[in-house]
């Protein structure tokens, strides 16, 4: 099964996508986790989640750790595919609880009552190349998925 989730190739397009979406994805986990950038912090965010949008807090941490740490396993390139299933989970959450409300568009004219969700489809995106193609190059996935070399 760890062959499973670490198998990739040394490719530049799944690279890309990871790096692309753990750049996109970390200030959002830094909000939720570690209240950076004017994010309210674990405590906060999980109460919200639940009293909001009624997700239980189980849940809701999982939504917490997937943006953050999930985002820096991206980065590094460590279990891709997983974090990448994590982030897909989240954003179709966060479409079907609070953006399919406001339509396609993004709030770009601040005329919206909130955002679209052409963003998370983006973000989806990059998430479905990883969980096709795995970490690809530069990564730990690859670095764990080449075989052992035996010395005798």
């Not at 209240?35 to 906060?44: L, N, T």
């Not at 601040?110 to 990564?139: D, K, M, N, P």
Request: glycine residues 14%; without cysteine; aromatic residues 10%.
């Amino acid at each position: 099964m760890l062959n499973a989730l670490t198998r990739t190739q040394a490719e530049a397009a799944p690279l890309l996508a990871r790096l692309g979406l753990a750049i996109i994805l970390f200030p959002h986990g830094a909000q939720k986790l570690l209240g950076w950038f004017g994010g309210a912090g674990p405590i906060a965010t999980v109460q919200m989640f639940q009293q909001a949008f009624g997700v239980p807090a189980p849940l809701a941490w999982l939504v917490v750790l997937t943006e953050s740490l999930g985002s820096v396993a991206l980065f590094l390139g460590l279990w891709g595919r997983l974090a990448a299933l994590g982030v897909l989970a989240v954003m179709a959450g966060a479409v079907q609880l609070v953006h399919r409300h406001f339509g396609f568009f993004m709030n770009w004219t601040g005329q919206q009552g909130g955002e679209g969700f052409e963003y998370h489809i983006a973000v989806a995106t990059l998430a479905l190349i990883v969980l096709l193609r795995g970490s690809g190059g530069l990564s730990m996935d690859l670095a764990m998925s080449r075989p052992k070399r035996v010395w005798g």
